[in-house]
């Protein structure tokens, strides 16, 4: 069965660069979460989309903005980076039928040196 | 607000045996639901067991079952035959049930370690 795809898997940027994560929902899904999981820490909610809409949001910084696409595809733009936004970048996709059923994409690892 | 405490930080069970894992949840609303979610090395994050609020049955998946307990807002996770692929991270999670707001709120998680 198809799954949440989540690009790039790694990425390493510097101090005060801009990064860019992608987020493909499984097929028919049409609500997209932004979870940030420092290290050591548990996944923090940052933003979710419904029919390309924001829906929801939680602790995401003013320097990160996030879309919704056509095709439910989602992207979460990151700038200035600090050091403190090194984490993983998960993102869940649901059904509106089925919102109790989140399933996450293998995440995005984001350094920041 | 919806808070979610795992008081344990970490945990060991011996390889076939029995372990129960604990989680806590404060909140105002009468409807929701709570999961538990497994993050093994490899950091993804896998759906173990999902309980909804309204149904007094708890939930049982294999060889994971639930203990909610309402009234006490608690939840925990039971492990029989642990195998040593269950060593990972356990998340205790909230969801409130309206389909707008439908965000996870995770507890801190604990560190489960199967001895061969």
């Known amino acids: 069965a198809a799954g949440v795809i989540q690009s790039p898997r790694h990425l390493i940027k510097e101090k005060r660069e801009t990064a860019t994560l992608k987020c493909y929902p499984i097929?028919?899904?049409?609500?997209v979460y932004w979870y940030q999981q420092g290290p050591g820490q548990d996944p923090q909610f940052l933003i979710s989309f419904y029919e390309k809409m924001q829906s929801d949001k939680g602790s995401i910084p003013d320097r990160f903005s996030a879309q919704q696409f056509s095709d439910y595809h989602s992207e979460l733009n990151m700038s200035s980076l600090e050091l403190g936004d090194s984490a993983l970048y998960f993102c869940?996709?649901?059904?509106?039928?089925?919102?109790?059923?989140?399933?996450f994409g293998p995440g995005t690892r984001l350094t920041v040196t | 607000a919806q808070t979610v405490t795992q008081s344990q930080p970490e945990m060991s069970v011996q390889e076939a045996e029995t372990v129960t894992l604990s989680c806590t949840y404060d909140t105002s609303e009468n409807n929701y639901y709570l999961f538990w979610y497994k993050q093994p090395p490899s950091r993804q994050m896998i759906l173990v067991i999902r309980?909804?609020?309204?149904?007094?049955q708890n939930a049982t998946e294999n060889r994971f079952s639930v203990n909610f307990q309402k009234a006490a807002k608690s939840f925990s996770l039971k492990i029989s035959d642990s195998q040593l692929g269950d060593t990972a991270m356990y998340f205790c999670?909230?969801?409130?049930?309206?389909?707008?707001?439908?965000?996870?709120?995770f507890g801190k998680g604990i560190t489960l370690s199967v001895r061969p």
């Open positions: 097929p028919r899904h049409d609500t």
């Open positions: 309980q909804e609020a309204y149904k007094q």
């Open positions: 999670a909230f969801m409130t049930y309206t389909g707008a707001n439908s965000k996870l709120t």
């Open positions: 869940a996709s649901s059904s509106s039928g089925s919102r109790n059923e989140q399933y």
